[in-house]
């Protein structure tokens, strides 16, 4: 592994292996308003929600590490205390990207990207019309992390109406991953889409107590066919199989032969079982893979 003490390198270089580390992050498209009425729009990938009661989003405009400047979303901010967090579908990222220009201040990124300010109900700051969320903020606080280039500064946003397009819905009417289709930012020009062949579904281990990898028998744990995502799904039932159980399954299963066999061929049989279970375990048959998994166990009862 490299090891890297952050003040032996460039913060250029610091910022491309941070940025290439930690992602694919959430694209705040952010839209404020000057003291004299200049609308700007620029788009933050340091950025995420942090609470729900009250609704908080997080954003960092850094000083630019070139001239140790500030960026103008965050002198508007300063200046009013007011803005919009859009977020970034598919079908607007290269608009979103190019809103990212370093036009002069009081340049309008709205008119540069094309995108279209609608008005917001509360505060001045517009809407992005294209984005399928959009969040009118007030901001609570600026933190400033340093006085140097590349210094982040937190701006803490609460969040005081929120506007869905009800066209990303489900038939339950919660936000489909696959209708709002977001992007997220990597390092470099780097972005990701987050749906359809991107998506998978992970059951949440709050809802039970998983035994845990550490309570899988070793003889499975140790399995060069199972990997850690494997185990992973193992470890998260809440117990395992009894070997009546697995009995009953077996004989439903497999043919007297077929059970001789098994027990006959332990080792070469042994990793036809485990690669079996791992097919089962990526169309999600938990319980089946762990009874599959169990067979070696109740031929050496
Ligand atoms: C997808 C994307 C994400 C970005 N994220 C950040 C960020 O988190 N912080 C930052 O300071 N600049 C970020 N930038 C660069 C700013 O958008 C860029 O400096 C912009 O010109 C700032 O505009 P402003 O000076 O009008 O506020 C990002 C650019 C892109 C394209």
Excluded at 5 to 24: E, F, R, T
Aim: charged share 25%.
């Amino acid at each position: 592994m490299l090891q890297i003490n952050p003040k032996d390198i460039p913060i250029s270089k610091l910022h491309q292996y941070l940025l290439g580390a930690v992602g694919p992050r959430p694209i705040a498209l952010a839209s404020t308003i000057d003291k004299d009425g200049n609308s700007n729009l620029s788009p933050f990938s340091f950025f995420n929600v942090f609470s729900a009661n009250p609704p908080i989003a997080i954003f960092s405009p850094a000083r630019r590490v070139r001239n140790n400047t500030t960026k103008h979303t965050l002198d508007n901010i300063l200046e009013n205390n007011e803005v919009v967090i859009n977020v970034v579908s598919y079908d607007i990222v290269q608009q979103t990207s190019l809103s990212s220009t370093e036009y002069d201040c009081g340049v309008d990124e709205f008119i540069k990207s094309g995108l279209t300010p609608i008005n917001s109900n509360l505060i001045k700051p517009y809407r992005v019309k294209e984005s399928p969320v959009q969040m009118e903020c007030t901001v609570n606080d600026v933190i400033s992390l340093g006085e140097q280039g590349g210094a982040g500064n937190l701006v803490i946003c609460e969040i005081k109406m929120l506007h869905i397009n009800e066209n990303i819905l489900n038939d339950a009417g919660a936000i489909d991953p696959n209708k709002i289709d977001l992007v997220g930012r990597m390092g470099g020009n780097w972005y990701c889409r987050s749906s359809k062949d991107a998506l998978f579904e992970v059951e949440k281990p709050l809802r039970n107590l998983g035994i845990g990898v550490d309570n899988i028998p070793s003889e499975i744990r140790n399995s060069h066919i199972l990997s850690g995502n494997d185990l992973g799904m193992l470890g998260n039932v809440e117990s395992i199989p009894s070997l009546d159980e697995v009995e009953k399954y077996m004989k439903e299963k497999f043919s007297t032969e077929q059970i001789q066999d098994f027990s006959i061929r332990n080792k070469e049989a042994l990793q036809e079982l485990h690669s079996y279970a791992k097919e089962l375990l990526s169309k999600n048959l938990i319980i089946e893979a762990w009874k599959i998994l169990l067979i070696d166990k109740l031929n050496r009862k």
